[in-house]
């Protein structure tokens, strides 16, 4: 729990013991207020035996199609479908496999408003969700989230009837334990990054988030089929824009905005566990919907001690000034920003080995990026050794003039350990790699290259990537349909100067 959530929850607990004292009601709150189940029933069975009965057999029978190979990563966020068990039930339950023996204390649905229409997005005020396997209880930094951000109010006409995050619950309920939750409900208008940011504020190492959604709606059998596959890949691609600019594609479209959204800046990446439409599992396929369950995955937190694949804003900005008189101190002028002192590196975070690249541009045009990909150097060492390679030492530009100096802007790249990717043929390549999220080295014999992640988003189509990175190389554009290249991948942390 964060100070915050922690000091607001102290002056509620104040609050109800004036008026408890006062034998005065508390305007506003309704002590053990309960949100009934809204689709017992319907979506799914009302009876807890049938309810627990039903999630168990689909569960047996998704871990008998498991996908192989998951990242050996931290699970971090879902998607899953939110229709009739009978429809997208076998779906919802291959998360099964991806939350086998995990554990987390908060978990974020968010979810699409179907019943009221509303502006923004409401988190439900009642203290807990109720279905037939028991009750759900909010999490403190629901109420914090309402406290802080008026964006987020209670909507108790929707509250009472959406279905969208209702029946993820029994779900979670038989795989998880020791839970709560917050759940988020968006209506219109709303700004995908606020949101986002917003909900930032109380993910931390134990917390799983949630999309719910469904895909295509009442389409013919194979132009779903079509529609979904190519909505999937959006969707693994981190590709808001697209999305955005075709909201029909999932009812959730919303959810998934703000999902991925914290997904690219956390540097997540996804992974399709299955699909299916409901012509699959009912059998009638004149018009059908789809459904999809994708998993999240990224970097465990640790302390930035421990060599964190992350780093503070400030601390990422202290590199950039570093980057930055690294080169005037080589041009002998002046660096136009703060000076430096001995305690602004001498932290234990740039003494770290960790991999980095500089990358220098003038009017968004390159001019030089120098880097070292194998983590050999101390953090701040390698910096200011690649800013100054990238000035001076690029074979590409000639050495950088004072006159240049005062123009270009600085890029910071952190990297991650590159790791071997195995894969069995090109198709199985284009699978696994991950636009925007995964930087790329290729190498044949003594040939090799590599493109930061930041590349992608000149050449944001997979085959095109790896045409341009073989020839960088100096091999055929086709080179990588062969099968034959060593292929690492590694994923990045960056810092731009601004203005």
């Known amino acids: 729990m964060s100070a915050c959530s922690a000091k607001y929850i102290t002056v509620i607990f104040s609050l109800l013991a004036i008026f408890w004292l006062a034998g005065t009601p508390v305007p506003g709150v309704q002590a053990g207020e309960v949100r009934k189940p809204a689709v017992a029933g319907t979506f799914y069975p009302a009876d807890p035996d049938e309810l627990a009965q039903t999630i168990d057999q689909m569960s047996r029978q998704a871990r008998k199609g498991q996908v192989k190979d998951l990242p050996d990563q931290p699970l971090k966020a879902l998607v899953m479908p939110h229709a009739g068990y009978q429809y997208s039930g076998p779906v919802a339950a291959r998360a099964a496999q991806a939350l086998e023996g995990q554990s987390f204390s908060k978990v974020i649905i968010m979810a699409p408003d179907h019943r009221v229409g509303f502006d923004k997005a409401a988190i439900s005020g009642v203290d807990s969700y109720r279905t037939p396997l028991g009750r759900v209880d909010l999490h403190p930094d629901a ?153 999240f995955y990224g970097e465990a937190r640790m302390s930035e001690h421990e060599n964190n694949q992350q780093i503070s804003k400030e601390k990422g900005e202290v590199l950039l000034e570093v980057a930055r008189k690294s080169i005037a101190d080589r041009l002998g002028v002046e660096t136009g920003v703060s000076q430096l002192g001995d305690d602004a590196t001498r932290d234990p975070v740039f003494q770290s080995k960790r991999g980095t690249f500089v990358t220098l541009k003038i009017n968004d045009q390159l001019r030089g990026c120098i880097g070292n990909l194998v983590p050999e150097k101390p953090l701040i060492e390698g910096v200011r050794d690649n800013a100054v390679n990238a000035a001076f030492s690029d074979p590409r530009f000639g050495t950088l003039s004072a006159e240049e100096f005062s123009k270009i802007q600085i890029e910071v790249s952190l990297l991650t350990e590159p790791q071997p990717l195995e894969y069995t043929d090109a198709q199985d390549l284009l699978d696994r790699i991950s ?65």
């Open 435 to 499: 636009p925007h999220v995964d930087g790329l080295i290729i190498q044949k014999g003594a040939r090799s290259a590599t493109f930061l992640p930041q590349v992608w988003e000149q050449l944001p189509d997979k085959k095109s990537f790896l045409q341009q990175l073989c020839m960088k190389a100096g091999l055929p554009p086709d080179a990588w349909e062969k099968g034959d290249l060593q292929v690492f991948t590694y994923q990045v942390q960056y810092f731009e100067e601004q203005g």
């Open 143 to 295: 109420a914090h989230l309402q406290k802080q951000y008026d964006m987020f109010r209670p909507v108790t006409a929707s509250d009472k009837r959406e279905h969208a995050v209702e029946v993820i619950l029994p779900f979670l309920q038989t795989w998880l334990s020791d839970f709560e939750i917050i759940p988020v409900v968006f209506g219109k208008n709303g700004n995908v990054a606020a949101y986002a940011g917003a909900l930032e504020t109380v993910v931390d190492s134990n917390t799983l988030i949630i999309a719910s959604t469904d895909l295509s709606h009442y389409l013919p059998y194979e132009k779903a089929v079509s529609r979904d596959r190519k909505t999937i890949e959006i969707i693994t691609g981190m590709k808001s824009e697209e999305l955005a600019a075709d909201p029909r594609r999932a009812c959730g479209w919303k959810p998934l905005l703000v999902l991925m959204e914290i997904a690219r800046g956390k540097q997540w990446n996804a992974r399709l566990l299955h699909y299916a439409n409901s012509g699959d599992t009912t059998g009638r396929r004149d018009q059908v919907v789809g459904y999809a369950t994708i998993a």
